[in-house]
């Protein structure tokens, strides 16, 4: 298992983990982009959203509503904050395991 998104939500490279469970894994971006910067993954591989099936529903429900919890948990929902998906090269991806950035606090 090459994929260093796979390695984190296996818990064989570190991370600062917030929230996992059987579905997903969040932990916050090595390289903030902003005051909170979570990235929230897919246990199971998948290369990005290009990647997904009308099975994945689940997946998906599991990625947004964790984004959301994370957003009460972290303060950000009574100003807001930004999901953001990045979808190959030149959607500005660099890891190729599907992830949803939550960006907030300013
Ligand atoms: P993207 O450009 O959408 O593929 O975002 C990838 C993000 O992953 C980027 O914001 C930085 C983050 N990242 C890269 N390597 C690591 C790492 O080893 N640990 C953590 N926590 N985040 C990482």
């Known amino acids: 298992m090459s994929c260093l998104f796979c390695q984190i939500a296996a818990g064989n490279t570190p991370a600062q983990i ?7 894994t969040a932990f916050r971006d090595i390289h903030p982009q ?3 910067h979570i990235l929230i ?3 199971q591989h998948l290369d990005g959203v290009a ?3 009308a099975g994945h529903a689940p997946l998906l429900a599991a990625l947004f509503t964790t984004a959301t919890h994370l957003a009460t948990q972290e303060g950000l929902a009574a100003n807001g904050y930004r999901l953001v998906l990045n ?3 030149d959607g ?3 890891v190729f395991h599907l992830h ?3 960006l907030g606090g300013r």
């Open 41 to 43: 993954i897919p246990n």
């Open 87 to 89: 979808q190959g090269r």
């Open 34 to 36: 902003a005051p909170t």
């Open 100 to 102: 949803l950035h939550l």
């Open 92 to 94: 500005g991806q660099s």
């Open 18 to 24: 917030l929230y996992h469970d059987d579905l997903v």
């Open 51 to 53: 990647a997904l099936a």
